[in-house]
């Protein structure tokens, strides 16, 4: 069974950092791109960031690009998101996502739970 | 970037009906599409794939279609456990995008 658990989330200062991990399991991480997706109080889903299977290729929506950077330890099957610089705009639930593949394209198969980010003095 | 406007962005319906949610790119996305369903308070679930294919475990009344810009998520019957808030997604290309998000109601 594929399991996602993210966590690191919290309330944090603008202009603060912080560090969101995710825990996977139930399949060969190595093998699949990952995302991060975000997901700001009674509003819609944000992409984020993304990170090929061997960590090489990295991808940024244009709004934390700069800020934010992914990673992943493919030993420890464990997905990153640091975030630093944090805006009152970054306030979100923050969805690990495990992809699908399918014909040509990645889609976002499998959801962890969210942790949620507050950027609040 | 491509934009993603899914219609109508809430809906109101009794348990039986047909309901049909249209999304359109603003560009071309072949039918690397994808339609999601969200409760409150949860993670997103993948309904539908690749614009038409059904996800393993999802029930058959979910149906989906289109090609190139349009886009359409039919729930054939609806059930009670499907009001919720429904998202599009492309998947052609980066920055993935999602359209607004759809609310079914309960009528």
């Known amino acids: 069974e594929v399991q996602l658990v993210e966590s690191g989330g919290g309330l944090v200062q603008p202009g603060g950092s912080l560090r969101l991990s995710c825990s996977a399991s139930?399949?060969?991480?190595?093998?699949?791109?990952m995302h991060w997706v975000r997901q700001a109080p009674g509003k819609g889903l944000e992409y984020v960031s993304a990170i090929s299977g061997n960590g090489v290729s990295t991808y940024y929506a244009d709004s934390v690009k700069g800020r934010f950077t992914i990673s992943r330890d493919n030993s420890k099957n464990t997905l990153y998101l640091q975030m630093s610089s944090l805006r009152t705009g970054d306030t979100a639930v923050y969805f690990c996502?495990?992809?699908?593949?399918?014909?040509?394209?990645?889609?976002?198969?499998?959801w962890g739970q969210g942790t949620l980010v507050t950027v609040s003095s | 970037d491509i934009q993603m406007t899914q219609s109508p962005s809430s809906v109101s319906a009794s348990v039986g009906d047909r309901v049909t949610i249209t999304c359109r790119a603003s560009?071309?996305?072949?039918?690397?599409l994808a339609w999601y369903q969200q409760k409150p308070g949860k993670a997103p679930k993948l309904l539908i794939y690749?614009?038409?294919s059904l996800q393993s475990g999802v029930p058959s009344r979910f149906s989906g279609s289109g090609s190139g810009t349009d886009f359409t998520l039919s729930i054939s019957s609806l059930q009670p456990e499907d009001f919720a808030t429904y998202y599009c997604?492309?998947?052609?290309?980066?920055?993935?995008?999602f359209g607004q998000g759809t609310k079914v109601e309960i009528k």
């Open positions: 139930g399949f060969t991480f190595s093998s699949y791109p």
């Open positions: 997604l492309q998947a052609n290309s980066f920055p993935r995008t």
């Open positions: 560009q071309g996305v072949n039918t690397w």
């Open positions: 690749a614009a038409s």
């Open positions: 996502v495990k992809t699908l593949y399918d014909s040509g394209a990645y889609y976002y198969g499998y």
